[in-house]
T-cell receptor, first 116, second 113 residues
Framework: AQSVTQPDIHITVSEGASLELRCNYSYGATPYLFWYVQSPGQGLQLLLKYFSGDTLVQGIKGFEAEFKRSQSSFNLRKPSVHWSDAAEYFCAVGTDIAGGYQKVTFGTGTKLQVIP | ETGVTQSPTHLIKTRGQQVTLRCSSQSGHNTVSWYQQALGQGPQFIFQYYREEENGRGNFPPRFSGLQFPNYSSELNVNALELDDSALYLC????????????FGNGTRLTVT
């Protein structure tokens, strides 16, 4: 069965510093990978997605993620964090359920705190 | 294009009662997925509907049931509420095919006392 692991429950970075959030997935076939962000009391917003091609994908708000098949990882990065990036970040994998339909499984999330 | 809307935004129920949550999907989307997000946890997949048929279900008991209507809006029903059902319930719409991103509503916060 598919699964997603986000090993860091909570990360604190200084504003302007670089950021990397870790994500590892488990799935036997080609994964469809997503990163979402959730602000308090809100739904989830898509940051970026990967399913083929260039292993470095660009997303909204200056985020990027790199797919590494050998490590089963899809880490999210940002060169310079802004205070408004404080939120919870979820990695997710889309997998095939009967007939070519997709089920999306989420990790447990990483809460990002940004300090001045 | 209109986004995903959920109603109500907040709800308080008593243990043993029944609840219905509603979701309007984004225009053009034919698939609706429901997730339960307990405090401090990631979203857990409840089930998914494609063109009025359930095509996937997570590890939730039968007292969690749903419907999808011809206009692709959806309902989540929970019977015999338990305290552990207290959570944020998220609805997401999509095209349903592999690689299609989910578009989420802001959720319904359910509190069971």
């Amino acid at each position: 069965a598919q699964s997603v692991t986000q090993p860091d429950i909570h990360i604190t970075v200084s504003e302007g510093a670089s950021l990397e959030l870790r994500c590892n997935y488990s799935y036997g076939a080609t994964p469809y990978l997503f990163w979402y962000v959730q602000s308090p009391g809100q739904g989830l917003q898509l940051l970026l997605k990967y399913f083929s091609g260039d292993t470095l994908v660009q997303g909204i708000k200056g985020f990027e993620a790199e797919f590494k098949r050998s490590q089963s990882s899809f880490n999210l990065r940002k060169p310079s964090v802004h205070w408004s990036d404080a939120a919870e970040y979820f990695c997710a994998v889309g997998t095939d359920i009967a007939g070519g339909y997709q089920k999306v499984t989420f990790g447990t999330g990483t809460k990002l705190q940004v300090i001045p | 294009e209109t986004g995903v809307t959920q109603s109500p935004t907040h709800l308080i129920k008593t243990r043993g009662q029944q609840v219905t949550l509603r979701c309007s999907s984004q225009s053009g989307h034919n698939t609706v997925s429901w997730y339960q997000q307990a405090l401090g946890q990631g979203p857990q997949f409840i089930f998914q509907y494609y063109r009025e048929e359930e095509n996937g279900r997570g590890n939730f008991p039968p007292r969690f049931s749903g419907l999808q209507f011809p206009n692709y809006s959806s309902e989540l029903n929970v019977n015999a509420l338990e305290l552990d059902d207290s959570a944020l319930y998220l609805c997401a719409s999509s095209l349903g095919t592999l690689g299609s991103p989910l578009h989420f509503g802001n959720g319904t916060r359910l509190t069971v006392t």
